[in-house]
């Protein structure tokens, strides 16, 4: 049985220092069919543990009515990991926040226990203890110890920072319940705690996190500048959970643990208050900034989005109506993840899949070093004129990771050219590798074996991953072939992923698509998923393929390139029609021809784009909500999957609700439209159909 454990620097795997990429994915939140596919893109994008919430509302929303059904069955996602070949760490709160109906917790719960929710109170406790046992029935035998994936269980969520008790009650509630997690049978190697904005933790392994913007927060302005971007030895993120009160310093000896995160932000839910839109530059640079200040677990929340399942009496989503801070859509939990609500990468997927790939590289080493903040380094994110880097080194090798992070979102940052750092001199150490952003948010990753530091051309377009003067390609060890002259585009970074054959051979891919892999008994299937003509590279000087079917293969420098020449299915037809304008809303009928009949087999899904003006936006389907989304902007777009609906033909209606210009004043857009003169904005700008092609071969 593999083994974890950690210490005061990082996590441990079979006795050798592990440096994991974590990523949230909620179970209930997305289809049952698709959880295989999600997985895989999650682990292809460098995920190694698969975080969830078990939700609480969404298993008894009646009391003693429990639903551990379809995409609810807990027990069947935790499998599928296994099958992954993925690691679990299992959030069982019972409080989990995540923008979900009173944090997850039933109506029936707080109208039992009204005031004595989440204190030291036994009856609160008792109907707690029914909670986990019921968990604990779903995974049972699918713990670390029994063969399965589950290595972490967390207790509670920002307990004694978002509600809760403080102090030493709150210590002893998440020890009660930690307790009660153990009696019960969780028996796992690593017992997890949120530690920000002065939760307490029980004396469990704290979990750290940080958001680029804070979509909850009561203001209607442009907020302080995120010191997320900063490199500092400080672990705290005091913006997390501000609707609930300004965030404390953290409550445990930062001595006794390694500098782990849970919850970094993938991306951003907006609300209908505040609308902020994370880039994937922002999620990046706010990457590099953890690693440089010492992090061994990127841990990111969400990863992948969702949808809100249907409730049995009330939708299911967090409103200022049920006593929240914030309201959002009732269906949509996009989150700007990196793999949003349907399953589809956005841009950010690719930037942390680079940095993941680095990790699985030269993880153990980097989460061996200690971490140097020089003094010169600034701490203040309003400071967007002095260099910010860090090192990390090791002093029995000399060897050393510098990071520099000239990025500050949606503020401009001076230039730096000719820079001398002498504190690399103070600090005498020999091997180099440079991780940064340079250029705000063009990010650099450069590894060096020679011994000594060589100064190195940055080009905006170029990327210097392969051979310059004895640097190795960033993330990939094998690079002995390539030659001095050899450089990845800065795309082709960006579109790389790593495939292992399973025979000790690996394999370089590149795409503007998404490969993923799946092993097999005898082989390894790969599956690209592109909404253009399926095409990708391989980097021949590693290894050659068979060219796939349907496939040509040409040369390219140092690639086989191969594109798929095979007749594409015809896109379906899409007929909007307007009606039922008026100045609070506009109605749409949109009319979706049938596509069941793929005799291609490579029509996976079929987008409906929409591109509108007003504060929002439904979709219905025979009279049902079954989609929602939050206006962010003129360049605005909505995108929703179509396959979970079905392939036959299909009417939907699409409802756009007026944007009043006196909505300045209660709502905080990045960019408002231009209103024209007009009191409000409410149109159906355009409404077209995009497909998405899928094709496997195998390997």
Sequence with gaps: MTKFSFDN??????????FPVMGEIHYSRYPEPYWKEALLKMKAGGVDIVSSYVIWIHHEEIENEWDWTGQRDLRTFVER??????????????????EVRNGGFPDWLLEHCKDTVRTNNNEYFSYVEKFYKQIFEQVKGLLLKDGGPIIGVQIENEYGHCGGLSGEAGEEHMRTLTKMAKDIGFDVPLYTATGWGGAVTGGLLPVMGGYCDAPWDSRITEIEPSGNFVFTLQRNDHAIGSDFGLGEGITFDIEKFPYLTAELGGGLQVTYKRRPVATAKDIEAMSIAKLGSGCSLLGYYMYHGGTNPDGKLTSLQETTETGSFCSLPEKNYDFRAPLGEYGYANQSYRHLRRIAMFLHDYGEELAEMDTFIPKENPQNPDNFKDLRYAVRYNKKTGSFYLFVNNYQRRNEMLDHYDVSLDTLNELKLTNDCFIGNVQNGES???RGDGGHCVPCKFEPDRVPLCSLHGRGLYYYRNSEHLSDNNALSYSDSLNSVKVSSGKGKEFLFVSDGVIYSENLSDSVLIHLETFSRPKFKVLNYIGRITTPAGFRCSQENIFDVYEYTASLPKEVSCTPRVQNADC??????????????DHFGILQDQVLVLHYSGTGAR?????KLVADDIYTGPAHEWKIGLRRFGREAKNFTLVVDALPESAKNTT??????????????????CVSLEPVYHVTFKI
């Excluded at 620097?9 to 592990?18: A, E, Q, V, Y």
């Design 668 to 685: 905080y857009l990045e960019q408002w439209p231009d209103f024209k003169g007009k009191t409000e904005l409410c149109s159906i700008d």
């Design 9 to 18: 620097k990082s996590l441990f795997k079979d006795n050798k220092r592990w």
């Design 81 to 98: 990991i296994k099958e992954a070949g993925l690691y679990m760490i299992l959030r069982i709160g019972p409080w989990s926040h995540a």
């Design 444 to 446: 650099f990753f450069v």
């Design 584 to 597: 609070q809303k506009v109605e749409c009928q949109i009319q979706i021809g049938d596509w069941q009949n």
């Design 619 to 623: 979709l219905f389907l025979d009279g």
